[in-house]
């Protein structure tokens, strides 16, 4: 009976750590964030705004990965993934720009927002995905920049 009492003791002071111990997709996320940094990515986590038009509605707060522009004269833009492969600007307008075009049908399915300003190209990514999926992003990043 003492035994019983002492393990039932025991299972109710370890439960709680179960809770501690983060989930596969938690996991997941890590481990991309971390081989995004090896790769020389800047990563942060930002609310968004998102169009009113984008169907369906992506999460308030996505990862940004971002990376510093590199010409000296950069144009400033802004493209949203409506669906798979099809990128519109914020007036409902399909990217035109053919050397842009195709680098963003390299992106994922679930990349929701590409835009740059004269610092900085930023992607705006689900992370569902692999590390296919991550290098893939990298190099459309640094073709861009």
Known sequence: M???????????????????????????????RMEARRMGLSMQ???QEWPHWLEPQPPASCAQYHRPR??????VWGYWQSAPGKWLN??????????????????????????ADKQMIVLVWGEKGDVDNLKAIDEVLKALA
Not at 10 to 28: F, I, N
Not at 70 to 75: E, L, N, V, Y
Not at 90 to 111: F, G, I, S
């Open 90 to 115: 914020r007036w409902q307008e399909e990217c035109v720009d053919e050397r842009l075009l195709t680098q963003l049908k390299k992106l994922p399915a679930n990349v929701y927002k590409v835009e």
């Open 45 to 47: 986590l930002a609310p």
């Open 2 to 32: 003492t035994v019983w009492i002492v393990v039932s003791i025991l299972a109710l002071v370890l439960s709680p750590l179960a809770w501690l111990r983060p989930s596969r997709g938690q996991s997941g996320r890590m481990n991309l």
């Open 70 to 75: 590199r010409s000296t004269k950069p144009d």
